[in-house]
């Protein structure tokens, strides 16, 4: 093992940022997915497909994709096993019969209604350990990166463009 020289750069992982927002994402999802995993029995990728498909009142897998940034196998697997427990159902789209629509079911709605109060109950958990200054600039630094990051606006409008 050779020395490293005074030039060459080191990186501390625990200080990395980019280390540290990946980290503290994956616990955040598992802190909130112990609402819905045990109390709904969904996994993370499903849960994330009931709230993009329930907060857009309806949506493309092809979206979805875009806007959480999972892959489009995991998406798929979501679909398909939330379209078996009955909670959301595709339909074709009037104006491009090719493109399938995802939607809620009646069931979907009522898990949904059921679900959203409960993880923004967490969600203010989480974020109580900041005080108001601090959770405004938390997120001013969010809306930021995302924008940097081409994260912003949401991706819909890149959809509804093409």
């Known amino acids: 093992m050779r020395a490293r020289s005074l030039a060459e750069p080191a990186l501390h992982l625990p200080g990395f940022v980019p280390f540290r ?7 955040v999802s598992n802190h909130l997915s112990e609402v819905y995993r045990a109390r709904f029995g969904l996994e993370i990728p499903e849960w994330r497909v009931m709230a993009t498909v329930g907060s857009e009142h ?3 897998a092809q979206y979805i994709a875009g806007s959480t940034r999972m892959h489009k196998t995991r998406v798929s697997r979501a679909i398909a096993n939330l379209t078996k427990r009955g909670l959301i159902e595709r339909a074709s789209n009037s104006g491009d019969r090719r493109e399938m629509r995802l939607r809620l ?6 898990l949904y209604a059921q679900l959203v109060p409960l ?3 967490r969600e ?10 601090q959770l405004r600039g ?4 969010l809306d930021r990166l995302e924008e940097f990051l ?13």
């Open 124 to 133: 203010r958990a989480v974020l109580a350990c900041m005080s108001r200054e």
């Open 138 to 141: 938390f997120v001013a630094g």
């Open 21 to 27: 927002l990946n980290r503290l994402a994956a616990e």
């Open 58 to 60: 309806g949506c493309t």
């Open 150 to 162: 081409g994260l912003r606006p949401n991706t819909r409008a890149a959809e509804q463009s093409q």
């Open 105 to 110: 079911t009646k069931a979907g709605r009522r």
């Open 119 to 121: 993880a923004l109950e």
